[in-house]
């Protein structure tokens, strides 16, 4: 209930679930990556063997040489 002279200005509940819903797996996508990175036995663990397929299949496509890319990857962890 508003007050009177005021209303309410709020966005349908659908689209706030969905906005909600987006958040949510941004969320889980960042914590999965951060843990596949510090804990791989727990990724294993959480998404069997579809983690490490997908891991050797990034590592296949990398166009950029094992020479060039940085010692550690906290720019990564920065960036995300």
Known sequence: MTAPGKTD???????????????VT???????????????????????????RLADRLDSASTIAADDLPGHDAIVHIGV
Do not use: Y
Request: charged share 10%; proline share 5%.
């Open 9 to 23: 200005h709020r966005a349908p509940l659908a689209l706030r679930i969905f906005i909600g819903l987006i958040g």
């Open 26 to 52: 941004a969320l889980l996508f960042n914590v999965a990556l951060m843990i596949s990175n510090r804990a791989p036995g727990v990724t294993r663990r959480l998404f069997g063997g579809f983690a490490q």
